[in-house]
């Protein structure tokens, strides 16, 4: 037991966690009550110590008179260090000092653990760091309940996203990441030493995904990290994200495709908007729920939108940022919504798994949807037909018996399907508001950073 002495703690006790901090109310006045957690705020009255105790749920602040408490709890409330980790049991009293309408009064506090001086603020309205040393020390970073709730939102959106297809059929796949060939086009490829040869980081499931439709399962998605070497730092790249991947055979166009994503992310927003109701809040942000069916705009159209500006955009240029930022500002005026399908990119911007339009000369039958100004998903009809997909191919420059482990099955009946990659992370920074990517990823990686 020598261990637990020298950390300047006591040993494991036979107290069992009972409550979170968010279920201390009123209504348990008189209830004996285990919690466990950090000591998130200290307060020092002399006769009277007040600890706030911070859980995954939320806090709860422990009250220490001097005199209803045993002496030896009092003594070890005195001189506690902020995130010291503690065990508190004791009772709930009713009490209208806090917003929660409760305090608890200790019988015992166990310090399970010590606390070094932090280096960052974990306390919300503390002073402002800078996103880079916050990020040095992100594990920290992550204990302050605003940076928190940003992760607890994104798991919300995520698993409701997720809910929404396995209730339309869809099969949850998982697809190598060691890949031997760029999906995306070739340059932002990671590459990576594989025995006596050369392979590549994935940049997406998307070929794939395909396969599997080829293999038999009529929708599959898969919520895995995808790496891109993009070279530059910006607001809204990261070198790895969360891509959230879906493709569906047996369609009848790209339209299907579209339908599906728009269904989803109503449910997910809204069942989001619900069970995340008081990290929003926290986070300030009340959520507006988009309306079906979002609108639809060719790529033409917006074009010209952008072009109303005073912009000289050619047809086959592509969307910079900073087109996206103006289409922010102009599909809200003009359309009032934020959450616009752009439609029927030109064939140069599109890779060559993307099919042809049949009613657009020179188009493609794909999409990307912007949310609050920014792309956040990728999709379209692929190719199901072997000498379109070869020709296309070639087309883009590539030789198509660098594919052959992808392109041969395509002729073996392959069905009509289509797809969609949506940026997690983007999602999550669009919805709150957030200006830099970063904060909507757990653990970044971007060109200076590979820790923590
Ligand atoms: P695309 O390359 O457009 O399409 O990527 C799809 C979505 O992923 C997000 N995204 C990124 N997020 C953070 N950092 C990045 N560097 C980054 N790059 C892309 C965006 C984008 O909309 N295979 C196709 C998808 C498909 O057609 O199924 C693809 O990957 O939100």
Redesign the pocket.
């Known amino acids: 037991m020598d261990f637990y002495k020298t950390a300047g703690t006591e040993p494991i006790g036979d107290e069992v966690r009972t409550h979170f901090s968010s279920e201390i109310t009123g209504e348990l006045a008189g209830e004996h009550v285990v919690l466990m957690g950090w000591a998130h705020i200290i307060r020092d009255k002399g006769k009277i110590k007040f600890i706030v105790l911070r859980d995954e749920r939320g806090t709860v602040q422990i009250t220490i008179p001097q005199k209803k408490v045993p002496e030896d709890v009092f003594k070890t409330s005195e001189g506690l260090k902020p995130e010291t980790a503690l065990s508190v049991t004791g009772v709930v009293i009713a009490t209208n000092q806090v917003a929660s309408g409760a305090e608890v009064i200790p019988k015992k506090i166990r310090i399970l653990n010590t606390s070094d001086r932090l280096p960052i603020d974990v306390v919300e309205g503390k002073t402002d760091i800078d996103l880079d040393t916050r990020l040095n020390y992100r594990i920290l970073d992550l204990r302050k309940p605003s940076v928190n709730a940003i992760f607890k939102v994104q798991h919300n959106l995520v698993r409701f996203a997720r809910a929404f297809l396995e209730s339309h059929d869809f099969v949850e796949i998982h697809t190598p990441k060691l890949v031997a060939e760029a999906?995306?086009g070739g340059a932002n490829l990671f590459e990576v030493k594989y025995f006596e040869r050369k392979a590549y980081l994935a940049?997406?499931p998307?070929f794939y995904k395909q396969l599997m439709l080829l293999a038999g399962f009529g929708r599959v998605y898969e919520i895995a990290p995808?790496f891109?070497a993009?070279k530059h730092n910006t607001r809204?790249?990261?070198?790895e994200?969360t891509?959230f991947?879906y493709?569906m055979a047996w369609i009848s166009g790209v339209e299907d495709v579209m339908k599906m994503e728009e269904d989803m992310l109503h449910h997910s927003f809204k069942m989001t908007k619900k069970h995340a109701a008081t990290e929003l809040e926290l986070l300030g942000i009340d959520l507006e729920i988009p309306k079906v069916p979002f609108k639809r705009v060719k790529y033409t159209e917006a074009v010209d939108l952008i072009n109303q500006t005073g912009k000289d955009l050619a047809i086959t240029d592509d969307l910079d940022p900073e087109c996206e930022r103006l289409l922010g500002e102009i599909f809200p005026e003009k359309f009032g919504t934020d959450m616009v399908f752009i439609t029927h990119y030109p064939l140069e911007l599109r890779?060559a798994y993307t099919m042809p339009s049949m009613t657009d000369e020179g188009m493609t039958e794909s999409f990307?949807l912007t949310y609050k100004g920014m792309?956040?998903?990728?999709?379209?009809q692929r190719i199901h037909l072997y000498d379109l997909l070869v020709e296309r191919f070639k087309a883009k420059g590539f030789n198509p018996a660098d594919f052959t482990f992808y392109l041969d099955f395509f002729k073996y009946g392959a069905p009509p399907h289509g797809?969609?990659?949506?940026?997690v992370?983007?999602?999550t920074m669009q919805l709150l508001g957030i200006e830099n990517?970063r904060e909507a990823t757990l653990l970044p990686r971007d060109r200076d950073r590979l820790t923590p």
């Open positions: 999906t995306e940049q997406s998307q995808v891109r993009e809204r790249h990261v070198n994200y891509s991947d493709e890779p990307d792309e956040i998903t990728t999709g379209s797809g969609l990659g949506l940026g992370e983007r999602m990517i």
